[in-house]
């Protein structure tokens, strides 16, 4: 053993094998498990970013919803209480009335319907109310201009309750500035059904 630690070329193999299998040992054994749990969590760090981006442009997306979504309802809310309840009906029938006359026409045919054309029932999702809204025609013929027939109709979709008008005629009746105007206006109303909450 002392005369193979003497030549100088045998210890240096020696040593530099010793190394290089501690090298081997350390990089196989350690650095290779090291480098792919690396990998592994810069790869998981990368996902984990482009998530928090999706998730903020998401959250961002949520935000504008929210916000369109509170218009809509704070509008469907004035629609709503814009609707009377059917009880009401004869009152706001005479409202329609009125405001025919308060407009300088003659009402020649005035026949409220005693039922509705058609329903739908909808959900108050704040309250869970349940309600029944019902559209009942008035069939109107009046006597008059035009232009205060326009007038009324500003007037109807002003009115404090929900009113509609369609299948307008209007003949005109010979060298009068006075037309014979035939139309439907609708009267929208409410029945709370029940509550669901």
Do not use: C
Request: proline share 2%; charged share 25%; hydrophobic share 35%.
């Amino acid at each position: 053993m002392v005369n193979f630690l003497k030549d100088q070329r045998k210890v240096s193999i020696l040593i530099l094998g010793f190394l290089l299998l501690l090298l081997s040992v350390w990089y196989f054994g350690f650095h290779q498990s090291l480098s792919s749990s690396y990998n592994r969590a810069i790869t998981s760090e990368r996902s984990l970013k482009n998530k928090n981006k999706s998730y903020k442009r998401m959250q961002s997306e949520i935000l504008d919803i929210q916000s369109e979504w509170d218009v809509l309802n704070e509008e469907f809310e004035t629609v709503v209480t814009r609707i009377p309840d059917k009880s009401s009906f004869d009152n706001v029938s005479k409202a329609v009335y009125n405001k025919i006359k308060d407009h300088s026409l003659s009402i020649v045919n005035y026949t409220p319907s005693n039922i509705s054309i058609d329903s739908k029932t909808i959900l108050i999702p704040d309250t869970g109310d349940e309600l029944m809204i019902e559209k009942i025609p008035i069939d109107i013929q009046v006597k008059g201009s035009f232009v205060n027939f326009g007038k009324l109709l500003e007037s109807l979709s002003k009115s404090d309750y929900r009113l509609t008008a369609s299948n307008i005629s209007v003949e005109h009746q010979g060298t009068s500035t006075r037309q014979l105007i035939s139309f439907i206006t609708y009267v929208y109303t409410q029945t709370k059904t029940k509550n669901k909450i």
